[in-house]
């Protein structure tokens, strides 16, 4: 007669032979789907999409931001004001935008010096070393006013 601890062990390796074997049976085999149908999609777990920069109220309260603009949606379930810190590639690239306008203005009222009569190129030059805006000073020679507007403006004058 076999011990309980004995029968046990020859039960156990009874059930993995059988587990083993390709004559399992246990289980119902299932049907393949009929042509046509396409099985469910597998539930998916999605995500949380990083912002890439959080606005101002959220880093502030180290809470997630969504990122969404002009409001995220922490800001907007708080009633907060949502505001985006620029970062530094944005401050540098703007940067570079404000420099190449500035050069490009410069450039365009040198050749507009080049083009002028001498007179009104002087009218011009004063204007610029009594400390006038390039733009501006732009602005009145394409709007064909320059040479009414600098002589009679009570902008800055230099002495000769």
Known sequence: MLSARESDASSYRSISSDLASPTYHHL????????GVRPPPAPTTRKRVRAPAACGPCRTR???CSGEHPTCRECVSRKTSCEYPDTETRQVRQKYKDL?????AHEELFKLLKTVSEPD?????????????????LSHIKDGSLLMG???SSGPELEQ
Request: without cysteine.
């Open 100 to 104: 190449r306008d500035r050069q490009n």
């Open 121 to 137: 190129a002087i009218e011009v030059l004063r204007r610029i070393r009594a400390g006038g805006d390039v733009h501006d000073i």
């Open 150 to 152: 600098l002589s009679s």
């Open 28 to 35: 119902p085999r299932l049907r393949p789907l009929p042509p």
């Open 62 to 64: 180290k809470s997630k």
